[in-house]
């Protein structure tokens, strides 16, 4: 059974004079581990949004088009 290797809660914080990299590299983890669970979220929604539009532009396009072909007007 492994034992603990510090004797308080400051001295585990302080990581053996070691803090600023210590705490660095898992302020680090935690940025990368954020931004690989939030990016394809957010890239999700875009996509979601971007179909939207698209379809709301087709419907849009195809109506004029019924219009224009029930109703020919001649160009001047």
């Known amino acids: 059974m492994p034992t603990v290797?510090?004797?308080s809660l400051g001295e585990?914080?302080?990581m053996g004079n070691?803090?600023?990299h210590v705490w660095t590299v898992y302020l680090l983890f935690a940025i990368f581990i954020s931004y690989n669970l939030l990016l394809p979220r957010l890239q999700r929604q875009q996509f979601i949004?971007?179909?939207k539009r698209r379809a709301?532009?087709?419907a849009?396009?195809?109506a004029r088009s019924q219009?224009?072909?029930g109703n020919p007007q001649e160009l001047d």
């Open 60 to 62: 849009e396009l195809a």
């Open 56 to 58: 709301s532009r087709d």
């Open 5 to 7: 290797q510090f004797s």
């Open 12 to 14: 585990f914080l302080q």
């Open 67 to 69: 219009q224009q072909a």
């Open 18 to 20: 070691y803090t600023f």
């Open 49 to 51: 949004r971007e179909q």
